[in-house]
């Protein structure tokens, strides 16, 4: 399974911006895209990486962090296996390298780390004042 993550860049706070999460291939047991349940995380300097939003693939079921509900939106298109984080009315401690990851099965808790797959290389944002 290959997850590769984009739409990173630098904006200013209370901007807006999209990032996707592209995978491909076929997980150990079989399992596609459509199947994973999904999530980003955040790595902000200096601080440990922390769960952002999760969807889950069976009910479509959607969990934010306290942090970002109301201003983040976690999606994902079965056909194009992407998986999008948009964040609105940023805030300066949105500066981290963001991750996209798919569970390994079925998500228990999205902010149990060890649910998930491997972690890859991540998008970074920075916010500016």
């Known amino acids: 399974v290959e997850l590769v993550e984009s739409g990173g860049g630098l904006v200013q706070a209370g901007d807006s911006l999209r990032l996707s999460c592209t995978a491909s291939g076929r997980a150990a047991n079989g399992r596609t895209f459509e199947t994973w349940d999904m999530a980003w995380f955040r790595q902000a300097p200096g601080k440990e990486r922390g769960f952002v939003a999760g969807?889950?693939?069976?009910?479509?079921?959607?969990y934010y962090s306290d942090s970002v509900q109301g201003r983040f939106i976690i999606s994902r298109d079965n056909h194009k296996n992407t998986v999008y984080l948009q964040m609105n009315s940023l805030k300066l401690d949105g500066t981290a390298t963001y991750y996209c990851?798919?569970?390994?099965?079925?998500?228990?808790?999205?902010?149990?780390?060890?649910?998930?797959?491997?972690w890859r290389q991540g998008t970074k944002v920075t916010v500016t004042s």
């Open positions: 969807i889950k693939w069976k009910d479509g079921s959607i």
């Open positions: 990851n798919s569970g390994s099965s079925q998500v228990i808790d999205f902010h149990n780390q060890g649910e998930f797959d491997k």
